[in-house]
């Protein structure tokens, strides 16, 4: 398995507060990787990070053998980086329809191997389909429940045929059925090859997804393997003390 | 409709209304009839900033006018320049300023940005207050020809110019708003990291517009020293540009480019009514309470309206988030 | 361009004292855009209407200026308090502050700039008092008292603003509310009342401002046009939010207008806060003195 993504001791503060520290990380092609962590723990900053919403200060990230650097995020999405929010960003003035377009005609159509003008509504509708958002296709976001706007997050991310996509908590709060959707939408994504850094505190669904876990804990990594040896890890065990 | 059919139909439409003020026989509607066609260049070429893009300018007035100056500054040129020649080169010189201007500030937050147009206006201001050959705080003086052959009045030559102007601008936002520069312009508006994020290149795209936006600002700027006569920098620089620029849009809806036109011939009617039956005061009162309580009631302006109550489209106001709110969404 | 001595030290000396001066002029927005991201764009017109009305009751009722403005500060308070309600209830509800927030308050700016013009007319108007006009002289330094007592007194507002902000608990319950409004929740506070005491206050300094402007320098509506983009400069650069940051970048401001003017001619000063403004937006948007 070759290295998809690699973090060199990564570092970030705000202020005074040290965010990450010295973070070192490797995803490869197809790998199903689990982000667990108390809350504050730094998982959102990484995501930032890698995907330059917010920009590193110590460290480097590659991407598919590029050094990012301080790259824009537009020209990491272009790479192959895509990732959901924590709390869904839909553009609302746009129907479903035209917010899955918005991938297609800027990172796909940058790559050189855009879809001609007819076929784009359809490979739109086809995502919305695969999601089970097809009825809403001339919905704007605000007409959708929770659920479904963290699906149109998904089918978004999706749209930019991405090389690793990062799910940051896409099922916070969500239904015991919901949450096995998602899981499933996830699962036929990474059998289409697609890499996935699945973020999330439903532990049931990390477990069953993950090949590996990585544990992060104020700014740390403090374990990273198979997920039930991490789970037996001491150290993890003291930080989810409570949990 | 297609953008090539639109603009025959806006140009026989322009023709029309050209014919209909020449068989009215009245000079003053030139008079009138061109501010309402400058105010729709204006308007329009604001709301590609900040309808489409959510960026709002005060600055305005700025671009306005560097494009009656770059006309003074040619004035002594001999012969004269002709008036289209004018307007493009205002339109580069705003155009380049607004790419520079955009370059400077468009990494600001909102409201930031919004503050830093101001400043820059006022900055280009007093550059050219302190600059004599064009006048200085004196002002300069144009002399407008008596005539041009078939038109005669020069006036009818200059509302005749400012039309095709107006058809122009509408005919390039309609152009953007249905373009793939469109979308990224919204998702920009919607929500700038969720746009990044989804591969658009937001800085470049702010650029365009600011560059257009001024561009055009300044073309509609270009004539305007022909028709007043006598420029002077603190009236040419303005606020009462900015608000107008700022108002047409907000009152006839700021997401397709039919709003700006819409609020630049009515609130631009009803300046010029006013002028002549009370007094030039009552303008500004006039756009201020206007602007007020669009914002407040109407806030998708009346193309909002009609979309609501003669459409039936479901309410919900179309725009920006918060100014302030860039942060990447979660905690840490 | 005459370099002497006394002309630099009096450029400095009057440039702290206008500093003071603009210091409390942005104080209001400070509270507004600096600490609770209202863009109040208006302000400046708030100012003018404070110097009318001291106007008027020194006209009418032979009331020094600043006891004037601070019998109508209970009246500026409601104002503000208005305002903020129905900008509240209009924008900040339904999450639309941004673009129709800015247009709201460029209205009002409008609307009261042209009700002064339509009520007053656009000739200058003046307020007397015993101290403007004389001048003290302390060596080579004149203190025109005209700027002199508006400059104490300001500096008493902005040092009275500061100990509300840090002393007392509405001061602080403000200060959180543009930090963590959930906070304030848990502890029982409303923060949208909260909000509205804050604006209230911030247009209650407009009152005092305005007389202090009038006592300096004759006023007419439009003046306060090249106040807006002085405010902002100086809130930006003093660190949004911060009192004694503000109070330092008025100072500075007012210095470099101050030289500005005495040695490259008054045309050239109002592109220095601008420009001012323009380099720390680009280099340090927290400004000198950043939360």
Redesign the interface.
Known sequence: MSELLAIDNLGKR?GG?I?LDGISLAVGTGERVGLIGP??S?K??LV?CI????RHEAGAVYFDGHPLGSA???VR??LGL??T???P??????TLL?NL???L????A?RGQGYAASEIEARCLALLREVGLEAKARH?P?DLTQVEMRKLELA?AM??EPKLLIA?ESMAGLTHSEVEDILMLLRHLNAEGIAIILIEHIMRAVMSFSQRLVVLVSGRKIADGAPEEVMRDPEVEKAYLGQ | MRSDVFLLVCLGIGGAVFAAAVAFGNDYLFFAGYVVAQYVVLATAWNILGGYCGYVNFGSAAFFALGAYTTVAFYSFYPPLPVPALIVVGGLVSGVVGLGMGYLTLRLRGAFFAIATLALAVVLQTLVVNWDYVGGSRGAYIMRPETVAPLGNYVRYLFLAMLLLAVVAITAARLIERSRLGYGFATIRDDELAAEASGVPTLRLKLVATAISGALMGMAGAPFPYYIGYLQPSSTFGLDYAVNAIAMPLIGGTTTWIGPLVGAVLLGSLQQIATVTISSAVNLLIVGFLLVGFVIVAPNGIVGLFRQHVRHEPAGIVGRRRLGADAAGSAP | MIFSFDLLINAIVSGILIGGFYAAVTAGVSLSFGILDIVNIAHPAFIILGSYLAYVLNLGLGLDPILASIVMLPAFYALGAGIYQIYYLSFEKRGQESLRGLAFFFGLLFITEVSLVLYFGVDYRYVEARYIGPTWHFGPIDLPLRILVPFLVSLLLIAALELLLTRSFIGRAIMAVAQDQLALKLLAVDPIRIKRIAFGISIATASLAGAFLIIIQPVEPSVGREYIGRVFAICVLGGMGSLPGTLIAAMMIGIFESLTATFYGPSWAPAVSFGFLLLTLAVRPAGLLGR
Do not use: E, K, M
């Open positions: 705000f507060f965010a809350n504050g730094g959102s900053t930032n995907c330059g919403t917010v824009a995020a537009h999405t272009r895509a990732r929010f924590q709390l960003r839909p553009f609302v003035s746009l035209d377009r918005i991938p005609l800027y990172t796909v940058a704007r605000r978004r749209a930019a940051d």
